[in-house]
Nanobody, 126 residues
Framework: QVQLVESGGGLVQAGGSLRLSCAASGRTFSSITMGWFRRAPGKEREFVAAVNWRDGITSYADSVKGRFTISRDNAKNLVYLEMNSLKPEDTAVYYC???????????????????WGQGTQVTVSS
């Protein structure tokens, strides 16, 4: 079984930055995809960014392109989401997802991810 633990959320003013981390442990593999999704109050969970673990290929939602960067540390089994120029509409619970099948580009579909973390709250004040 795969365990995912997110951290790094918090309260930040608009225009500020945060870096989220997701630690993966358990039965992990190298040919996987890691993704970040978010759920805002009253909305469905939506895709944010994803990275293929082996080759580092990334994909982003249009709403975060140029502001967010996903990266991974293969040796430490960590994936990061660097968030800059944050907006109030970025307020959400952010979830880390683990997909056991690699797709090119990395999948933006929630059902392609097999394991999820518990989420970390990001609140952006105006």
């Amino acid at each position: 079984q795969v365990q995912l633990v997110e951290s790094g959320g918090g309260l930040v003013q608009a225009g500020g930055s945060l870096r989220l981390s997701c630690a993966a442990s358990g039965r992990t593999f190298s040919s996987i995809t890691m993704g970040w999704f978010r759920r805002a109050p009253g909305k469905e969970r939506e895709f944010v960014a994803a990275v293929n673990w082996r080759d580092g290929i990334t994909s982003y939602a249009d709403s975060v392109k140029g502001r967010f960067t996903i990266s991974r540390d293969n040796a430490k089994n960590l994936v990061y989401l660097e968030m800059n120029s944050l907006k109030p509409e970025d307020t959400a619970v952010y979830y880390c997802g683990y997909g056991e099948r690699v797709r090119f580009p990395p999948s933006k579909r929630e059902y392609d991810y097999d394991h999820w973390g518990q989420g970390t709250q990001v609140t952006v004040s105006s």
